[in-house]
């Protein structure tokens, strides 16, 4: 049992002594990561237009749904406009890189009726 003793304790600081920090992320400080947000529009008949990072974006939608994703460094405005062409409900769900919904609104447009809204996008 004498024996055992030192014998672990020597292990035991060999082992505590052989793990190091790991600086493998260290070199990747200069680097912007870029976030994927989703803006997904449920209609029939809808132009899609919006704004990311100053940069516009337009999507025509027929029927069913269309999903755009987005992508991002730091918070921003989301800025969209929908314009329906015929009277239905229409869903608009913005979701942001962590999953979490901005926003998810369904209601009932009118024909060439035009919506613009502004989503706030947070990385915290």
């Known amino acids: ?4 003793s030192p014998l672990l304790l020597l292990v035991a600081i060999a082992f505590l002594g052989s793990c190091k920090k790991d600086n493998s992320l260290d070199s990747l400080d200069h680097v912007i990561l870029k976030r994927e947000g989703l803006l997904r529009v449920e209609c029939s008949k809808c132009e899609v237009t919006y ?13 069913g749904s269309n999903d755009m994703p987005f992508f991002y460094s730091g918070d921003f405005a989301l800025v969209t406009e929908v ?27 009118s ?14």
């Open 111 to 124: 024909a060439g009726e035009r919506r613009r809204k502004t989503f706030e996008i947070n990385i915290k």
């Open 83 to 109: 314009l329906s062409k015929e009277e239905q409900k229409i869903r608009v769900l913005v979701v942001d890189s962590f999953g979490r919904v901005v926003s998810n609104e369904l209601n009932k447009w």
């Open 51 to 63: 704004q990311v990072n100053n940069k516009d974006f337009k999507v025509g939608i027929d029927e």
């Open 1 to 4: 049992m004498r024996v055992l």
